[in-house]
Structure formats: structure tokens, C-alpha cells
């Protein structure tokens, strides 16, 4: 079975300040992990992912995300926050090996950037 | 690379019609999609995996006779809402993964469907 919970319904910050959003999941094997992005009334936009390799992960638009395995989280950061980032972002997991590719997703975060 | 299209972005139908929402990948081809509701301020739920050739997999709970997903080919999947009621109205997102990837899903822009 596979799972991820963001603990976090909401996030507030100031522009400029780092931004970081929480993410834990659980599988039964290996994680791949995911970070999405939704603007209103818009679909899922894909911000990075984490495989295998580096626990590091940098994706699109200055974010990144670290893999800790003993914690099991996926934290997405970003050290300076802008307010166009202020959106609904989704953490979500699919456990490899799985005869499918359906992803289990987070209930979401809403960040907040305020100027 | 990688762009799923969805047609309509949004759509207003009368009770008891039906409403027919196109998701296609445009640059790559797409052996498996998903078909997603979203509720307001609400993560996604999975409704169906649509696999080409063959039936779609339904998720507990989902109607199959309401909400029939067709795969014609490997580039576009249809969800018709069957005779449609407002309690249908919701966010629906598809999504798609290139044949023979491991990695991300792609998303389409999302239809909005609001039954009168």
C-alpha cells in the first residue's frame, strides 16, 4: 500500500523568506516521489521528482526537494519565496515495484505569499 | 515535450444530458490514463485508469455505467458523464504517463463541469 500526508493545510510566508512544505509517505517498496503545482481552475503542473540518486532533488523554478529515507519525507523547499508561487501544491508517491503507474497523492497545501 | 490537451476547459450541461470531455497527449503516446475528480479545495480522487484496447479500470465507488471512459488510441481517452446531475458538477482532471516511462504522470489542464 502506498501513501503520502501533508500535514500542513496551509502555509504562510513573506516574500523573500525560504518556503518549505511538508510531505511523508509510505510504501510497502521503493518510493518514487513527486511534487505538483495547481493554479486555480488549472491542472497539475510537474515541479520535480525523486527517483533514485542524489537526495537532493532540483526542479523547475527554484525549488527543490530532499529525500530522507529514515524519516520518510519529501519536504519541498524554496529558499527565497515569491508571491507567484502562492498556489495549492501536491506531494504524491507510487511504489516501485507496482504493476501500475497510479500515483497516491497528499491532501494539498495552500501557500500563501504574501508582499 | 510531454503536453496532455483537455477539451472542453469548461462546459454547462442541463440535468439528464450528456457530456463528453476529450484528453489527448500530443507529443508522445500514451498507452495507460487517468481520469481524476477534484472537489474544491480537495486533493485529486482517482476514478479510472483508462488502458487502450481494452476496458477501463474502475476505483471503488465510481459508477462505471456513469462515467464511461473510452481509449480509442493511443493519444486520446473520452469520459462521457451519462446522463448528467448536479451532484456530477466537479473538477475533472486526466493525466498520462509516455509508454514504457517510470517517472512523472502528466497532467491536462482540467474540465470544469457545472450541471444545471
Known amino acids: 500500500a502506498q501513501s503520502v500526508a501533508q500535514p500542513e493545510d496551509q502555509v504562510n510566508v513573506a516574500e523573500g523568506n525560504p518556503l518549505t512544505v511538508k510531505c511523508t509517505y509510505s510504501?510497502?517498496?521503493?518510493?518514487?516521489l513527486f511534487w505538483y503545482v495547481q493554479y486555480p481552475n488549472r491542472g497539475l503542473q510537474f515541479l520535480l521528482k525523486?527517483?533514485?540518486?542524489?537526495?537532493l532533488v532540483k526542479g523547475s523554478y527554484g525549488f527543490e526537494a530532499e529525500f530522507n529515507k529514515s524519516q520518510t519525507s519529501f519536504h519541498l523547499k524554496k529558499p527565497s519565496a515569491l508571491v507567484s508561487d502562492s498556489a495549492l501544491y501536491f506531494c504524491a508517491v507510487r511504489d516501485f515495484p507496482s504493476n501500475d503507474y497510479k500515483l497516491s497523492f497528499g491532501a494539498g497545501t495552500t501557500v500563501t505569499v504574501r508582499a | 515535450g510531454a503536453v496532455v490537451s483537455q477539451h472542453p476547459s469548461w462546459v454547462i450541461c442541463k440535468s439528464g444530458t450528456s457530456v463528453k470531455i476529450e484528453c489527448r497527449s500530443l507529443d508522445f503516446q500514451a498507452t495507460t490514463m487517468f481520469w481524476y475528480r477534484q472537489f474544491p479545495k480537495q486533493s485529486l480522487m482517482l476514478m479510472a485508469t483508462s488502458n487502450e484496447g481494452s476496458k477501463a479500470t474502475y476505483e471503488q465507488g465510481v459508477e462505471k455505467d456513469k462515467f464511461l471512459i473510452n481509449h480509442a488510441s493511443l493519444t486520446l481517452s473520452t469520459l462521457t458523464v451519462t446522463s448528467a446531475h448536479p451532484e456530477d458538477s466537479s473538477f475533472y482532471i486526466c493525466s498520462a504517463i509516455p509508454s514504457g516511462a517510470t517517472g512523472e504522470l502528466f497532467f491536462g489542464e482540467g474540465s470544469r463541469l457545472t450541471v444545471l
Open positions: 510504501v510497502s517498496g521503493n518510493p518514487y
Open positions: 525523486y527517483i533514485t540518486g542524489d537526495n
